[in-house]
């Protein structure tokens, strides 16, 4: 069902730290030819501090945990890779499309390829206005044992109601270096989060102690503020204006989330792509140090 990529093939045989990456964010959440660039830079983080990348996708139906140079470049630029999460995968299996995953399909298949540390930007969550419009991203961190390194949820979202949803899956949201639970654009959305950690060894630590109480059957949420975050007068008023557009153009369900990160992209003249890819950056050697500590 798996193929490895030599690099991750390799780094299984000698018990080396591995992260999983998504690649929904190299296909559907940045410009070309900027994702390539971008995807190749994170996966050159993680090695650089000491843990193997492991980009995630399927190619032609196949499902791969790290992708060669020319599968990345195919991710990065093929206008027919389509986006899918876990409900979609057995469906992109039987009909060999090439498909990108989203943040639930990514910790699903790094937790079938043994792999415990995952570095994405924003979770999912519930919708604004909607409390039955629940991103598949809260279903996954309540069913699968592994570590997810993000910047919070899009600011988009109903965050409140993310993290009393978070706190009803008995899912662990753990602030590091911060006791704000950060608003992906900005590091502060306003809420405050209950356990704070300050190293990766600290996280672990609370890795192991969980297999220990048996309570470790479902997601450690690992928030990281990003560190220069958006003009907050600048993103409220691009939010409002997005929020009403999406409205007046009737735009609902799933097609809301891609429109508002366009909505950011263009009216902040690019400071919403900055943040953005600080925030992957940034999460993604913070998830390779955790890796690496998890060895230890």
């Given at each position: 069902?798996?193929k490895?990529?030599?690099e991750v ?5 000698a ?8 690649s ?11 994702n390539?660039?971008?995807a190749?830079?994170v ?8 843990a193997v990348p492991a980009?995630i996708?399927?190619?032609d ?6 992708l ?8 990065a ?10 409900r979609d ?25 043994g ?21 598949a991203?809260l279903?996954a961190?309540s ?10 949820v ?37 809420f405050?989060i209950?356990?704070r950690?300050?190293s ?15 309570t ?16 907050p007068?600048l ?19 799933k ?27 940034s999460n ?5 140090e ?7």
């Amino acid at each position: 069902m798996i193929k490895y990529s030599a690099e991750v093939s390799a780094a299984r045989s000698a018990g080396k730290p591995i992260v999983a990456l998504e690649s929904t964010i190299i296909s559907h959440g940045l410009p070309r030819p900027k994702n390539l660039e971008v995807a190749r830079e994170v996966e050159e983080i993680v090695r650089s501090a000491g843990a193997v990348p492991a980009t995630i996708a399927l190619i032609d139906g196949v499902i791969h945990v790290g992708l060669e140079e020319d599968q990345l470049i195919r991710i990065a630029t093929d206008d027919s890779v389509v986006k899918a999460s876990t409900r979609d995968l057995a469906i992109i299996e039987m009909t060999k499309q090439s498909a990108a995953t989203t943040v639930a399909a990514t910790a699903h298949i790094a937790k079938l390829a043994g792999v415990d540390v995952f570095a994405t930007g924003g979770l999912g969550g519930v919708h604004r206005g909607h409390s039955y419009d629940e991103s598949a991203d809260l279903t996954a961190l309540s069913q699968l044992e592994i570590i997810i390194v993000c910047a919070g949820v899009k600011s988009i979202l109903d965050v409140a109601g993310t993290l009393e949803r978070l706190e009803t899956y008995s899912v662990p949201v753990l602030g590091y270096k911060t006791n704000k639970f950060p608003g992906f654009y900005l590091t502060d959305s306003g809420f405050e989060i209950e356990h704070r950690v300050d190293s990766p060894a600290e996280i672990a630590a609370i890795w192991k102690n969980r297999a220990d109480l048996k309570t470790n059957d479902r997601a450690i949420v690992v928030t990281n503020p990003v560190a220069n975050q958006m003009n907050p007068a600048l993103h409220d008023e691009i939010l409002n204006s997005g929020l009403a557009a999406a409205a007046a153009n009737h735009i609902v369900g799933k097609a809301v989330t891609p429109f508002l990160l366009e909505h950011f992209h263009t009216a902040s003249k690019g400071e919403s792509l900055r943040v953005n890819i600080d925030i992957i950056k940034s999460n993604s050697q913070l998830a390779a140090e955790i890796a690496v500590a998890l060895k230890k």
